[in-house]
C-alpha cells in the first residue's frame, strides 16, 4: 500500500466530534452513585447515632438498677423469712417444752396416762383442737412470716391441755 | 305361782317409780344484787326475772340426782348432784342418767354463774347486774340482759348473746357465737365456729381470733379503739360505722383484702394482699389478718 492510500483510509476512520453538552457532571454523578434524597432536620437528628446510644444506654442502666434493687428485696425477704423460720422453731419448741412440762408433772404427781374418755363431744373437741395444731404448724412450716399464727397455736394448745388437765383430774 | 313371783314385778314397778323424775320445789331469800351459782350436768337451765327478792326453783330432778341448794341472801348456790360423785360426770364418770329440769326465777339485779355439761342454759331479763358468768361443754347458751361483764364459754354450744354489757367474753371450740348490743371491751375466741358480733356503742377494744371461723364484728369504733383479729383460714370481716378514725393494716397471704379505706397493694415476693391506710385523724388501731381467709373492711 502506497503512502497516498494509507492516508485516505485513514481519513476514512472515526472522526473526533465534541458534544453539544458537557457531558462530565452526569457521568460524575453515576459514578459517585444516586443522590440521596434531601432530608429534614429531624430525620437527619434521627440519624445521628449518639442521642441513640445515650438513650440505650439511659434504659439499660435503668432496667439494671431495677434488676439489681427486685434481686436485693428478693435476697431481704428470703433472709426475713429465714429469720422468721428460726424464730418459730425457736418459739414452737418453747410451746411444746411447756405443754411437756405439764406432763411430766401430771405424771409425778400419780396421773400415770391417759384416763378412757367417755364423752364424745370432748373427744370431738380434743380432735378439732389436734386438727387445728396441725394445720397451724403446717402452715407455719410453710410460711414462718405468718409469725402471729403462734399466738393461734399457743391458743390452741392451751385450750387442749385445759381439757387434758379436766379429764386426767377427773 | 309362789308369792315370790307375784311380789318381784311388784318391786321392780316399785323401784322404777322410785326413780322417776321427781319434781322440784324451793324458794330462797336472794339479795337483789346476790349471786347465784348453779351447777347442772344435763337437762337445761332457765333462769328469769320477777320483781321479789327471793329465788324461786322449780323444774324436775333426774333419776339418781339429788339436789342441793346452799346459802341465801348475798349468794346462794343450787347443785344437781349425781351418785358417781367422786368421777367427773363427763370424763369417765356414769354420770346422771336422766335430765334434769331447772327452772329459776330471781331478782333482775343478781350475778348469775351458771355450769353445765350438756344442758342447755337461758337466761333472760337480767338487768343491772354485775356480770353473768356460763361455762357449758355441749349445751347452747342463750342469754338476754343487760350486765356490767358477760363471759361466756363453750366447747361445741353455740352462744347466743343479746341486750347490753360493757364487757364482754366469749369463747367456744366448735360452737357458733352470735352476740349483740355488747360494747366497750370485747373479745372473741373460736377454733372452728364462726363469731358475730354487732356492737351496741363504740368499741373500746375487740380482739378476736379463730383458727377456720369466721370472724364478722360490726359497730363504730371509739375515740383510740382498737380492734384485733387474727384468723388462720376464716374470713374476717369489719364493719364500721360512723365516721372512723384510725390506722388500718389488713393483710392476708392466700386471700384477698377488699377495702372501702385506702388501696390494696399485692405482695411483691410471693402471694398475698396487704393494705395500709390511714382514716380521720388515725387515732385508733385496726389490724387484721387471715392467711388463707378474705380480709374486708366496710363503711356502714
Known amino acids: 500500500m502506497s503512502e497516498f492510500e494509507l492516508r485516505r483510509q485513514l481519513q476514512g476512520l472515526r472522526q473526533e466530534r465534541q458534544p453539544g453538552v458537557d457531558l462530565w457532571p452526569g457521568i460524575a454523578g453515576r459514578i459517585a452513585g444516586p443522590q440521596p434524597a434531601r432530608l429534614s432536620a429531624r430525620q437527619r437528628a434521627l440519624r445521628t447515632p449518639w442521642p441513640w446510644a445515650a438513650a440505650a444506654g439511659l434504659v439499660l442502666a435503668i432496667v439494671g438498677v431495677q434488676v439489681a434493687n427486685r434481686v436485693h428485696r428478693a435476697d431481704l425477704a428470703e433472709r426475713e423469712r429465714a429469720a422468721a423460720a428460726l424464730r418459730v422453731d425457736q418459739a414452737l419448741a418453747l410451746i411444746d417444752a411447756s405443754y411437756l412440762g405439764v406432763e411430766r408433772e401430771l405424771s409425778r404427781a400419780g396421773h400415770d396416762g391417759p384416763?378412757?374418755?367417755?364423752?364424745?363431744?370432748?373427744?370431738?373437741?380434743?380432735?378439732?383442737?389436734?386438727?387445728?395444731?396441725?394445720?397451724?404448724?403446717?402452715?407455719?412450716?410453710r410460711e414462718p412470716r405468718a409469725e402471729y399464727l403462734l399466738d393461734l397455736l399457743a391458743r390452741a394448745r392451751s385450750k387442749r391441755m385445759s381439757l387434758e388437765l379436766q379429764r386426767r383430774d377427773a | 305361782m309362789s308369792r315370790r313371783f307375784i311380789l318381784a314385778p311388784l318391786a321392780l314397778?316399785?323401784?322404777?317409780?322410785?326413780?322417776?323424775?321427781?319434781?322440784?320445789?324451793k324458794n330462797v331469800p336472794i339479795n337483789a344484787d346476790g349471786r347465784l351459782e348453779v351447777n347442772n350436768v344435763r337437762g337445761e337451765v332457765d333462769i328469769r326475772t320477777w320483781d321479789r327478792n327471793e329465788l324461786e326453783l322449780r323444774g324436775n330432778l333426774g333419776s339418781g340426782s339429788t339436789l342441793e341448794v346452799s346459802g341465801s341472801g348475798a349468794s346462794v348456790s343450787v347443785e344437781?348432784?349425781?351418785?358417781?360423785?367422786?368421777?367427773?360426770?363427763?370424763?369417765?364418770?356414769?354420770?346422771?342418767?336422766?335430765?334434769?329440769r331447772l327452772e329459776i326465777r330471781v331478782p333482775k339485779g343478781i350475778s348469775?354463774?351458771?355450769?353445765?355439761v350438756s344442758a342447755d342454759v337461758t337466761i333472760d331479763g337480767l338487768d343491772g347486774g354485775r356480770e353473768v358468768e356460763v361455762e357449758s361443754v355441749s349445751g347452747d347458751i342463750r342469754l338476754g340482759s343487760r350486765a356490767q361483764r358477760w363471759e361466756l364459754h363453750s366447747v361445741s354450744g353455740d352462744i347466743h348473746a343479746s341486750g347490753s354489757a360493757q364487757r364482754g367474753s366469749f369463747e367456744t371450740v366448735s360452737g357458733d357465737i352470735h352476740a349483740e348490743g355488747v360494747s366497750g371491751d370485747i373479745s372473741a375466741?373460736?377454733?372452728?365456729?364462726?363469731?358475730?358480733?354487732?356492737?351496741?356503742?363504740?368499741?373500746?377494744?375487740?380482739?378476736?381470733?379463730?383458727?377456720?371461723?369466721?370472724?364478722t364484728i360490726t359497730g363504730a369504733l371509739?375515740?383510740?379503739?382498737?380492734?384485733?383479729?387474727?384468723?388462720?383460714?376464716?374470713?374476717?370481716?369489719?364493719?364500721?360505722?360512723?365516721?372512723?378514725?384510725?390506722?388500718?393494716?389488713?393483710e392476708t397471704f392466700s386471700g384477698s383484702v377488699n377495702s372501702d379505706f385506702g388501696r390494696v397493694d399485692r405482695e411483691e415476693f410471693g402471694p398475698g394482699e396487704r393494705l395500709r391506710t390511714r382514716v380521720g385523724g388515725g387515732e385508733g388501731d385496726i389490724d387484721l389478718k387471715s392467711f388463707s381467709g378474705d380480709v374486708t373492711i366496710r363503711k356502714r
Open chain 2, 13 to 25: 314397778a316399785l323401784a322404777q317409780v322410785a326413780h322417776a323424775d321427781s319434781p322440784i320445789e
Open chain 2, 189 to 215: 375466741e373460736s377454733v372452728s365456729g364462726d363469731a358475730h358480733v354487732d356492737t351496741s356503742a363504740p368499741i373500746s377494744e375487740f380482739k378476736g381470733n379463730s383458727v377456720s371461723g369466721n370472724i
Open chain 2, 222 to 250: 371509739a375515740a383510740r379503739g382498737r380492734i384485733k383479729i387474727e384468723s388462720m383460714s376464716g374470713d374476717v370481716q369489719v364493719s364500721l360505722r360512723g365516721e372512723p378514725s384510725a390506722s388500718i393494716e389488713a
Open chain 1, 115 to 141: 384416763a378412757a374418755v367417755t364423752s364424745p363431744t370432748l373427744m370431738n373437741a380434743e380432735a378439732t383442737l389436734h386438727g387445728a395444731e396441725l394445720e397451724l404448724r403446717r402452715t407455719l412450716a
Open chain 2, 80 to 100: 344437781v348432784k349425781t351418785p358417781d360423785s367422786g368421777r367427773s360426770w363427763f370424763w369417765g364418770g356414769n354420770g346422771p342418767r336422766e335430765d334434769t
Open chain 2, 112 to 116: 348469775p354463774g351458771v355450769h353445765v
